[in-house]
């Protein structure tokens, strides 16, 4: 398997290393591992894609699972189950029918009814393969089956295959521990949803995949027969016919055109003798054996070994033309004339004039040709040159929606890279013509899924009739096959090209950077592709989805406060409009009482809670169902779903689309004067229940609707990119009902709920940051507000010590309108079971510290992670810093290495904001592995980064 593996990935030009464990070369990008070597995973960072392959044998992934999740690594385990190929294991019940077949004896199977799977080498490489190239591997188990078959199937297919006798079948049901301690229909679900993380299924059938497996274990019995000694001179053997040992002892001797000595000395008497002497030693037991059984002297002398000997070949016969001289007619005597030199001396003056003459042509004539090559040459290697700018004209052409005259193009590209190939298709320049070539075919890719956004686009806003589910089922296909090219270009550009200059080496960077970002993008993509027909109702049915229009000047737990909403609409694939609407006269339709939770009581002074204030609950998919509560109560109405924007959405979506015209305001917003025209009619426009003042924001979204259905080409990708963009930095939350739908938010993460993460064992321990921000000052504070965070993390023996630092600083120039005090009601999110020590807060970031405890500090679990709440206002122009300060136990003292993992997720609508991290270590242990990258101060790592989306961090130590 692992020469299958290494012969694919050098195919697509990928440098292969192998068997050197002590040494692992920084700029590896994949590590295989076949054996299970953990002493290995130690040296290999988080940007190092591990891979562990085990075939039929299960019982150790359990303990790889736990000792891989301890450590900080970018891991996936490829099992595959009944795999089959030349050189496998003769053990299992499989490999063990392939041998029985080759060596015509009764095979040995499992019941003929009973059904289970059996896997193509090849295929098995195309599942490793993909689980580096494919998002979503990491840190999983994929089980892998080839196509579902019968112990009848198989023994008519190796029946068939090795041409066998006998074809009795005993019946041997399989032991149960091939199963991983699970039942069969356990371990077919792994396999399924292996395959639906994998988007592939195996390929070939067992029909096509044993014949050459029989052709190898028919090659190895033979072989091993062979082997064996033989007993000459025996007067007891089998039955052979002339016929037979003619064929199997027939000689062919290929003439070949090489100098007559050469033939002479090849078939001269006493050598040919002697080689026919040594072939007379193995061929004399049967000639006798023939002898004795047939009694017919001719069937013996038909195999003389003279019968094999080849007659000289003639001289081969050299015409030399004769070279004519001229008799001197000058001055020279008759006897001169007449009397000719000798022929030998004749000859050797002819020789030397014809090599005078041939040495000065083959001077010019090579000359000639190395000016052919040298000119040659430089016209290749300015296409070589050339071809990074006609890349980037093709992708322009794709940009503006030119894409007759950019397949030409790539056409065009894809020729020349060939042809380049054929001459300089070895080593670096080889492998960089090879890059170039798998961006030229990604290019292709573009286009096709350019067009076929357009068609979707053209259907879903207009008018055209296409095949909804056919189009997205192709557009599927081709995202699958841009991710695995793209995961192997960066595979190939992860080599070292100190080699080029400066200045392409640059260009070479450029193009890594971009890669890497297009992957994640089209990896985002693909995320959403399979909840698609639901969210667009292509069964038939309508669809509607609550869109929240959040201001996060007056920060909220999902975002910011709810001044309007929109209900989206679509129906068998169609968009059927964009209702805006504004929240206070929802609310003026509720009727009866309902009880706000007792923070908006208490702070916010609401005595009903309204669904205005709904989105309450820091985890969005909670929040969502008391929203969907409150708007079918209010309004009768029920919806899909719930997507919560803001501001910042809005600001990046003007960002690709440009000015618009909102005519209901009468302005021109653009990305830059967004907020400033929100905080303008916040300000004028406010008064209780006023439409207007809702309804900004409301406006601007309706005319970007517009703005979006007419997007085509680049405009459109960039759109998509945008939107991607903003549901990873939590600026856009989605909520479906649909149990699937849910599912594939929830685990690309953009459902805005609590993250659950956790570590398995005693090595490693999960730490957990989520500060939860809600404005209960009735104004828009949050636009005049600065945030900054600290965090000092102590990691000893026994304890784990956080200490969290928040400084705020309201800019506002007075308390008018939509200035004002900040009235923060704080949330912050830690793992369960960490013990709170104190939080306070003191004026300009030092002074006298001021305890926050007793009824104005909430301490409650939520789910699995302690929630810790209290309220502080920041005073117009003032700077607050808060500090809070709690513990986790842990255990070190019995460890060799730990892990310390942290996930700080981000609250949407949090603006920009900065955070700093130091982290020390126990005394006496080493750091491993740091993720992201740290600088070192006084013995401590620190981490400078900035909360623009969720954070992953995570140090190795070792004693």
Same mark, same amino acid.
């Given at each position: 398997?692992?020469?299958?593996?290494?012969?694919?990935?050098?195919?697509?030009?990928?440098?292969?290393?192998?068997?050197?464990?002590?040494?692992?070369?920084?700029?590896?990008?994949?590590?295989?591992?076949?054996?299970?070597?953990?002493?290995?995973?130690?040296?290999?960072?988080?940007?190092?894609?591990?891979?562990?392959?085990?075939?039929?044998?299960?019982?150790?992934?359990?303990?790889?699972?736990?000792?891989?999740?301890?450590?900080?690594?970018?891991?996936?385990?490829?099992?595959?189950?009944?795999?089959?190929?030349?050189?496998?294991?003769?053990?299992?019940?499989?490999?063990?029918?392939?041998?029985?077949?080759?060596?015509?004896?009764?095979?040995?199977?499992?019941?003929?009814?009973?059904?289970?799977?059996?896997?193509?080498?090849?295929?098995?490489?195309?599942?490793?393969?993909?689980?580096?190239?494919?998002?979503?591997?990491?840190?999983?188990?994929?089980?892998?089956?080839?196509?579902?078959?019968?112990?009848?199937?198989?023994?008519?297919?190796?029946?068939?295959?090795?041409?066998?006798?006998?074809?009795?079948?005993?019946?041997?049901?399989?032991?149960?521990?091939?199963?991983?301690?699970?039942?069969?229909?356990?371990?077919?679900?792994?396999?399924?949803?292996?395959?639906?993380?994998?988007? #592939?299924?195996?390929?070939?059938?067992?029909?096509?995949?044993?014949?050459?497996?029989?052709?190898?274990?028919?090659?190895?019995?033979?072989?091993?027969?062979?082997?064996?000694?033989?007993?000459?001179?025996?007067?007891?053997?089998?039955?052979?016919?002339?016929?037979?040992?003619?064929?199997?002892?027939?000689?062919?001797?290929?003439?070949?055109?090489?100098?007559?000595?050469?033939?002479?000395?090849?078939?001269?008497?006493?050598?040919?003798?002697?080689?026919?002497?040594?072939?007379?030693?193995?061929?004399?037991?049967?000639?006798? =054996?023939?002898?004795?059984?047939?009694?017919?002297?001719?069937?013996?002398?038909?195999?003389?070994?003279?019968?094999?000997?080849?007659?000289?070949?003639?001289?081969?016969?050299?015409?030399?033309?004769?070279?004519?001289?001229?008799?001197?007619?000058?001055?020279?005597?008759?006897?001169?004339?007449?009397?000719?030199?000798?022929?030998?001396?004749?000859?050797?003056?002819?020789?030397?004039?014809?090599?005078?003459?041939?040495?000065?042509?083959?001077?010019?004539?090579?000359?000639?040709?190395?000016?052919?090559?040298?000119?040659?040459?430089?016209?290749?290697?300015?296409?070589?040159?050339?071809?990074?700018?006609?890349?980037?004209?093709?992708?322009?052409?794709?940009?503006?929606?030119?894409?007759?005259?950019?397949?030409?193009?790539?056409?065009?590209?894809?020729?020349?890279?060939? $042809?380049?190939?054929?001459?300089?298709?070895?080593?670096?320049?080889?492998?960089?013509?090879?890059?170039?070539?798998?961006?030229?075919?990604?290019?292709?890719?573009?286009?096709?899924?350019?067009?076929?956004?357009?068609?979707?686009?053209?259907?879903?806003?207009?008018?055209?009739? =296409?095949?909804?589910?056919?189009?997205?089922?192709?557009?599927?296909?081709?995202?699958?096959?841009?991710?695995? $090219?793209?995961?192997?270009?960066?595979?190939?550009?992860?080599?070292?090209?100190?080699?080029?200059?400066?200045?392409?080496?640059?260009?070479?960077?450029?193009?890594?950077?971009?890669?890497?970002?297009?992957?994640?993008?089209?990896?985002?993509?693909?995320?959403?592709?399979?909840?698609?027909?639901?969210?667009?109702?292509?069964?038939?049915?309508?669809?509607?989805?609550?869109?929240?229009?959040?201001?996060?000047?007056?920060?909220?737990?999902?975002?910011?406060?709810?001044?309007?909403?929109?209900?989206?609409?679509?129906?068998?694939?169609? #968009?059927?409009?964009?209702?805006?609407?504004?929240?206070?006269?929802?609310?003026?339709?509720?009727?009866?009482?309902?009880?706000?939770?007792?923070?908006?009581?208490?702070?916010?002074?609401?005595?009903?809670?309204?669904?205005?204030?709904?989105? #309450?609950?820091?985890?969005?998919?909670?929040?969502?169902?008391?929203?969907? #509560?409150?708007?079918?109560?209010?309004?009768?109405?029920?919806?899909?779903?719930?997507?919560?924007?803001?501001?910042?959405?809005?600001?990046?979506?003007?960002?690709?689309?440009?000015?618009?015209?909102?005519?209901?305001?009468?302005?021109?917003?653009?990305?830059?004067?967004?907020?400033?025209?929100?905080?303008?009619?916040?300000?004028?426009?406010?008064?209780?229940?006023?439409?207007? $003042?809702?309804?900004?924001?409301?406006?601007?979204?309706?005319?970007?609707?517009?703005?979006?259905?007419?997007?085509?080409?680049?405009?459109?990708?960039?759109?998509?990119?945008?939107?991607?963009?903003?549901?990873?930095?939590?600026?856009?939350?989605?909520?479906?009902?649909?149990?699937?739908?849910?599912?594939?938010?929830?685990?690309?993460?953009?459902?805005?709920?609590?993250?659950?993460?956790?570590?398995?064992?005693?090595?490693?321990?999960?730490?957990?940051?989520?500060?939860?921000?809600?404005?209960?000052?009735?104004?828009?504070?949050?636009?005049?507000?600065?945030?900054?965070?600290?965090?000092? =993390?102590?990691?000893?023996?026994?304890?784990?010590?956080?200490?969290?630092?928040?400084?705020?600083?309201?800019?506002?120039?007075?308390?008018?309108?939509?200035?004002?005090?900040?009235?923060?009601?704080?949330?912050?999110?830690?793992?369960?079971?960490?013990?709170?020590?104190?939080?306070?807060?003191?004026?300009?970031?030092?002074?006298?510290?001021?305890?926050?405890?007793?009824?104005?500090?909430?301490?409650?679990?939520?789910?699995?992670?302690?929630?810790?709440?209290?309220?502080?206002?920041?005073?117009?122009?003032?700077?607050?810093?808060?500090?809070?300060?709690?513990?986790?136990?842990?255990?070190?003292?019995?460890?060799?290495?730990?892990?310390?993992?942290?996930?700080?997720?981000?609250?949407?609508?949090?603006?920009?904001?900065?955070?700093?991290?130091?982290?020390?270590?126990?005394?006496?242990?080493?750091?491993?592995?740091?993720?992201?990258?740290?600088?070192?101060?006084?013995?401590?790592?620190?981490?400078?980064?900035?909360?623009?989306?969720?954070?992953?961090?995570?140090?190795?130590?070792?004693?």
């Amino acid at each position: 398997m692992a020469d299958k593996l290494e012969e694919q990935l050098k195919e697509r030009g990928i440098k292969v290393v192998r068997g050197d464990y002590e040494n692992i070369p920084e700029n590896v990008a994949y590590f295989f591992d076949f054996e299970g070597r953990e002493e290995v995973w130690e040296r290999l960072n988080n940007n190092q894609r591990l891979v562990l392959v085990e075939v039929d044998s299960f019982e150790k992934i359990e303990e790889w699972e736990k000792k891989l999740n301890s450590r900080n690594l970018n891991w996936r385990i490829v099992a595959g189950v009944n795999v089959y190929g030349e050189g496998m294991s003769e053990e299992g019940f499989l490999g063990r029918a392939f041998l029985q077949a080759a060596k015509n004896k009764n095979l040995v199977l499992p019941g003929l009814d009973q059904i289970y799977r059996v896997l193509a080498v090849d295929d098995m490489v195309e599942a490793i393969l993909r689980s580096c190239f494919f998002s979503g591997t990491s840190g999983k188990t994929l089980f892998v089956g080839g196509g579902e078959i019968n112990s009848k199937i198989v023994a008519e297919v190796l029946v068939e295959e090795a041409k066998m006798t006998k074809t009795q079948v005993i019946q041997d049901p399989p032991r149960a521990d091939t199963l991983w301690r699970a039942s069969q229909e356990e371990l077919e679900k792994k396999i399924i949803k292996s395959q639906e993380l994998l988007r #592939w299924g195996p390929e070939i059938t067992f029909t096509e995949g044993a014949k050459a497996v029989i052709q190898y274990f028919v090659a190895k019995v033979d072989q091993e027969n062979r082997k064996k000694p033989t007993i000459k001179n025996s007067k007891i053997g089998p039955q052979i016919t002339r016929e037979m040992v003619e064929k199997r002892y027939a000689v062919e001797v290929e003439e070949e055109e090489i100098g007559d000595e050469t033939l002479e000395r090849k078939f001269a008497g006493e050598e040919s003798h002697h080689e026919v002497e040594d072939e007379e030693e193995i061929l004399d037991p049967r000639t006798e =054996i023939l002898e004795e059984e047939t009694g017919e002297e001719e069937s013996r002398e038909e195999f003389k070994l003279e019968s094999l000997k080849k007659s000289p070949l003639p001289e081969r016969v050299v015409e030399e033309k004769e070279v004519e001289i001229e008799p001197d007619l000058g001055e020279s005597s008759v006897e001169e004339k007449l009397i000719p030199p000798p022929a030998s001396l004749l000859k050797k003056e002819e020789s030397k004039k014809i090599v005078k003459n041939k040495g000065s042509f083959w001077k010019w004539g090579l000359f000639g040709v190395g000016w052919i090559f040298l000119v040659l040459f430089l016209v290749n290697f300015i296409k070589i040159v050339t071809i990074p700018k006609k890349i980037m004209g093709t992708e322009s052409l794709i940009e503006k929606g030119k894409y007759e005259e950019a397949k030409k193009e790539i056409e065009l590209l894809s020729k020349n890279n060939q $042809k380049l190939l054929e001459i300089f298709g070895g080593g670096k320049v080889g492998t960089l013509l090879r890059a170039e070539g798998e961006v030229v075919s990604l290019l292709g890719l573009s286009v096709e899924l350019a067009q076929s956004g357009e068609k979707i686009s053209s259907s879903m806003f207009g008018e055209k009739e =296409i095949e909804m589910r056919g189009e997205l089922q192709k557009v599927e296909k081709s995202l699958d096959e841009m991710v695995s $090219k793209m995961g192997i270009l960066q595979g190939r550009l992860s080599g070292q090209w100190q080699w080029l200059p400066g200045r392409y080496r640059e260009d070479l960077n450029k193009l890594k950077d971009k890669l890497t970002k297009e992957r994640e993008n089209v990896e985002r993509i693909r995320k959403i592709l399979p909840i698609l027909p639901e969210i667009l109702g292509l069964d038939g049915k309508r669809r509607e989805y609550m869109v929240l229009l959040q201001n996060e000047n007056e920060i909220r737990a999902s975002g910011g406060f709810i001044g309007s909403y929109a209900i989206l609409s679509f129906e068998g694939g169609r #968009w059927l409009g964009f209702e805006v609407k504004d929240v206070y006269e929802a609310d003026g339709q509720l009727k009866g009482h309902v009880e706000p939770p007792s923070e908006i009581k208490k702070y916010l002074g609401e005595a009903g809670w309204f669904m205005r204030d709904a989105n #309450w609950q820091a985890s969005f998919p909670s929040a969502a169902r008391d929203i969907q #509560w409150f708007l079918e109560k209010e309004t009768g109405r029920k919806v899909d779903g719930v997507i919560g924007l803001n501001l910042a959405s809005v600001k990046a979506i003007l960002g690709v689309t440009g000015e618009i015209y909102v005519t209901d305001f009468k302005e021109k917003v653009n990305e830059n004067n967004l907020y400033e025209q929100a905080e303008y009619y916040s300000e004028t426009k406010f008064f209780a229940g006023s439409v207007q $003042k809702a309804s900004f924001l409301g406006g601007v979204s309706k005319q970007l609707m517009e703005e979006i259905k007419l997007a085509k080409g680049a405009e459109g990708q960039k759109l998509l990119t945008a939107v991607m963009d903003l549901m990873d930095r939590n600026e856009v939350q989605v909520v479906l009902n649909e149990k699937m739908a849910s599912e594939v938010l929830a685990e690309a993460g953009w459902d805005g709920a609590i993250y659950e993460g956790k570590c398995n064992g005693e090595k490693c321990v999960a730490d957990y940051l989520y500060i939860v921000e809600s404005n209960l000052g009735v104004n828009k504070a949050n636009y005049f507000l600065y945030r900054n965070i600290e965090r000092e =993390i102590e990691i000893g023996e026994k304890i784990v010590k956080n200490t969290l630092r928040i400084t705020y600083e309201n800019t506002a120039k007075s308390s008018a309108w939509p200035g004002g005090d900040y009235k923060n009601y704080i949330r912050i999110y830690v793992p369960v079971g960490t013990g709170v020590q104190e939080v306070n807060w003191s004026e300009n970031g030092g002074g006298e510290r001021k305890v926050i405890s007793g009824e104005e500090l909430k301490l409650s679990r939520v789910g699995n992670k302690e929630e810790i709440g209290f309220l502080v206002i920041v005073p117009v122009g003032k700077k607050i810093g808060v500090e809070v300060k709690y513990v986790e136990n842990i255990n070190l003292t019995t460890l060799q290495s730990f892990s310390y993992l942290n996930y700080i997720q981000r609250q949407s609508g949090f603006g920009d904001t900065g955070i700093v991290t130091l982290i020390s270590i126990p005394e006496n242990w080493r750091i491993n592995a740091v993720e992201p990258a740290a600088s070192v101060v006084g013995g401590k790592l620190l981490f400078n980064q900035k909360l623009d989306k969720d954070i992953k961090m995570g140090v190795e130590i070792s004693r």
